[in-house]
Protein backbone atom coordinates (compact mmCIF):
# COMPACT_ATOMS: atom_id res chain seq x y z
CA UNK A 1 0.00 0.00 0.00
CA UNK A 2 2.59 2.47 1.25
CA UNK A 3 4.72 1.71 -2.40
CA UNK A 4 1.50 2.19 -4.31
CA UNK A 5 -0.15 5.14 -2.72
CA UNK A 6 3.46 6.74 -0.93
CA UNK A 7 3.63 7.99 2.40
CA UNK A 8 4.21 11.55 3.79
CA UNK A 9 6.31 12.82 6.92
CA UNK A 10 4.72 14.46 9.43
CA UNK A 11 5.29 18.32 9.61
CA UNK A 12 8.86 19.49 10.40
CA UNK A 13 10.39 15.95 10.56
CA UNK A 14 12.32 16.28 7.11
CA UNK A 15 13.41 19.59 8.66
CA UNK A 16 14.79 17.88 11.57
CA UNK A 17 16.65 14.62 9.90
CA UNK A 18 18.26 17.20 7.35
CA UNK A 19 19.76 18.98 10.17
CA UNK A 20 21.01 16.63 12.13
CA UNK A 21 22.46 14.67 9.06
CA UNK A 22 23.96 17.30 8.05
CA UNK A 23 25.63 19.05 11.62
CA UNK A 24 27.12 14.62 11.82
CA UNK A 25 24.53 13.86 14.28
CA UNK A 26 23.82 10.00 14.42
CA UNK A 27 20.27 8.77 14.01
CA UNK A 28 18.61 5.74 14.48
CA UNK A 29 14.95 4.03 14.10
CA UNK A 30 13.63 2.35 16.64
CA UNK A 31 10.25 0.84 16.06
CA UNK A 32 7.85 -1.59 17.22
CA UNK A 33 7.66 -2.32 13.44
CA UNK A 34 8.53 -5.34 11.61
CA UNK A 35 12.07 -4.47 9.89
CA UNK A 36 10.75 -4.95 6.21
CA UNK A 37 7.89 -2.53 6.81
CA UNK A 38 10.23 0.06 7.72
CA UNK A 39 12.71 -0.40 5.10
CA UNK A 40 9.49 0.48 2.44
CA UNK A 41 8.72 3.41 4.29
CA UNK A 42 12.22 4.43 4.64
CA UNK A 43 12.34 4.27 0.78
CA UNK A 44 9.38 5.67 0.03
CA UNK A 45 10.41 8.89 2.10
CA UNK A 46 13.78 9.23 0.30
CA UNK A 47 15.70 8.49 3.74
CA UNK A 48 18.04 6.00 2.96
CA UNK A 49 21.46 6.43 5.00
CA UNK A 50 20.07 9.02 6.70
CA UNK A 51 20.14 5.99 9.90
CA UNK A 52 23.29 4.48 10.91
CA UNK A 53 20.89 1.85 12.89
CA UNK A 54 17.80 0.23 13.09
CA UNK A 55 16.08 -1.48 15.71
CA UNK A 56 12.68 -3.08 14.71
CA UNK A 57 10.09 -5.92 16.33
CA UNK A 58 12.62 -8.67 15.39
CA UNK A 59 15.64 -7.43 17.79
CA UNK A 60 13.69 -7.38 20.72
CA UNK A 61 11.24 -9.82 22.81
CA UNK A 62 8.90 -7.03 24.06
CA UNK A 63 7.68 -4.14 22.61
CA UNK A 64 6.73 -0.70 24.11
CA UNK A 65 6.88 0.61 26.74
CA UNK A 66 9.31 -1.75 27.41
CA UNK A 67 12.77 0.03 27.09
CA UNK A 68 14.87 -2.55 24.80
CA UNK A 69 14.17 -1.38 21.02
CA UNK A 70 15.77 2.20 22.23
CA UNK A 71 18.55 -0.08 24.22
CA UNK A 72 19.50 -2.14 20.84
CA UNK A 73 19.33 1.49 18.82
CA UNK A 74 21.88 2.87 20.85
CA UNK A 75 24.04 -0.22 20.88
CA UNK A 76 24.18 -0.56 17.00
CA UNK A 77 25.16 3.33 17.12
CA UNK A 78 28.04 2.61 19.82
CA UNK A 79 26.42 5.38 22.16
CA UNK A 80 25.36 5.53 25.80
CA UNK A 81 21.51 5.67 26.60
CA UNK A 82 22.10 8.60 28.67
CA UNK A 83 23.52 10.28 25.68
CA UNK A 84 20.41 9.92 23.53
CA UNK A 85 17.45 12.19 22.65
CA UNK A 86 14.53 10.11 21.49
CA UNK A 87 11.37 11.53 19.40
CA UNK A 88 8.35 9.55 19.93
CA UNK A 89 4.35 10.43 19.35
CA UNK A 90 3.32 7.75 21.55
CA UNK A 91 2.82 7.34 25.65
CA UNK A 92 4.08 3.92 25.17
CA UNK A 93 7.47 5.40 23.55
CA UNK A 94 7.79 7.84 25.68
CA UNK A 95 7.70 5.53 28.75
CA UNK A 96 10.28 3.50 26.90
CA UNK A 97 12.49 6.15 26.27
CA UNK A 98 12.29 7.59 29.99
CA UNK A 99 13.06 3.48 30.69
CA UNK A 100 15.76 3.73 28.92
CA UNK A 101 17.46 6.39 30.67
CA UNK A 102 16.88 8.66 27.25
CA UNK A 103 15.80 12.02 27.30
CA UNK A 104 12.86 12.54 25.22
CA UNK A 105 10.50 14.93 22.37
CA UNK A 106 7.27 14.05 22.52
CA UNK A 107 4.91 14.84 19.32
CA UNK A 108 1.81 14.39 20.16
CA UNK A 109 -0.78 13.20 17.53
CA UNK A 110 -3.72 11.31 17.79
CA UNK A 111 -2.23 10.72 21.69
CA UNK A 112 -2.67 13.29 24.31
CA UNK A 113 -1.11 13.57 27.65
CA UNK A 114 2.70 12.66 26.71
CA UNK A 115 5.12 12.38 29.78
CA UNK A 116 8.45 13.97 27.84
CA UNK A 117 11.04 16.39 28.84
CA UNK A 118 9.96 18.80 25.74
CA UNK A 119 6.12 18.27 24.24
CA UNK A 120 5.23 19.61 20.76
CA UNK A 121 1.90 19.05 18.73
CA UNK A 122 4.31 19.05 15.57
CA UNK A 123 8.57 19.04 15.06
CA UNK A 124 7.70 22.50 13.27
CA UNK A 125 6.87 23.86 16.74
CA UNK A 126 10.13 22.40 18.27
CA UNK A 127 12.64 25.52 18.38
CA UNK A 128 16.14 24.37 17.58
CA UNK A 129 17.45 25.94 21.21
CA UNK A 130 15.33 23.82 23.24
CA UNK A 131 16.70 20.46 20.90
CA UNK A 132 20.30 21.82 21.22
CA UNK A 133 19.91 22.27 24.94
CA UNK A 134 18.80 18.62 24.75
CA UNK A 135 21.75 17.30 23.15
CA UNK A 136 24.21 19.37 25.66
CA UNK A 137 22.22 18.22 28.41
CA UNK A 138 22.56 14.35 27.81
CA UNK A 139 26.06 15.37 26.07
CA UNK A 140 25.95 13.76 22.96
CA UNK A 141 27.99 13.45 20.96
CA UNK A 142 28.52 12.99 16.95
Known amino acids: LVREKGID ?7 WLDRLRAEGWRQAVAS ?7 EVIVEALGLEGYFGAVAAAEDVT ?3 PDPQVFLVAAARLGVEPS ?3 V ?7 TEAARRAGMRCVGVLS ?12 TLEELPDTAFDELLKEVGATR
Not at 110 to 121: F, N, Q, T
Open 110 to 121: SHGGLEADIVVR
Open 62 to 64: EGK
Open 83 to 85: SCV
Open 9 to 15: LLPGVRR
Open 87 to 93: VEDAPAG
Open 32 to 38: SAPRANL
